[in-house]
């Protein structure tokens, strides 16, 4: 499945945004979905991720309680909501996806399929 990664921005501390990613295909309901970042000079991290029908999902720590993740099947599209951004959110955001109906995956090994990155950037 090929992904397309939007919605990123500047932002000030505090700040929201939503990211979003589409998906090309018809088998979309199918894949469980991740969300990572990657900051200059670190490694690609896991941040939030959705089973492939919505009625799970994951967060690491450091976001849980701020950003929200879903999905609309119907159009392909996995959301990412972001509220009360910090500094330390900022960074290049991609989304995965691997063909699954047995749960979530947090593990950048563990998804096949990746989007072109968006950048958030949250000013101080």
Partial sequence: VQLQASGGGLVQSEGSLT????????TFSSYAVGWFRQAPG????????????G??????????????????????TVSL?????KPEDTANYYC???R??????RLVSEYHDWGQGTLVTVSS
């Avoid at 670190?42 to 029908?53: D, L, P, T, Y």
């Avoid at 690491?60 to 999905?71: E, L, M, N, Y």
């Avoid at 909501?81 to 951004?85: A, E, K, R, V």
Wanted: glycine fraction near 8%; charge should be positive; hydrophobic fraction near 40%.
């Fill in 42 to 53: 670190k490694e690609r991290e896991f941040v939030a991720a959705i089973s492939w029908g």
């Fill in 19 to 26: 990211l979003f990613c589409v998906a090309s295909g018809r």
């Fill in 81 to 85: 909501q972001m509220n009360s951004l």
């Fill in 55 to 76: 009625g799970f999902t994951q967060y690491a720590d450091s976001v849980k309680g701020r950003f929200t993740i879903s999905r609309d099947n119907a159009r392909n």
């Fill in 100 to 105: 699954s109906k047995s749960g979530v995956f």
């Fill in 96 to 98: 995965a996806a691997e």
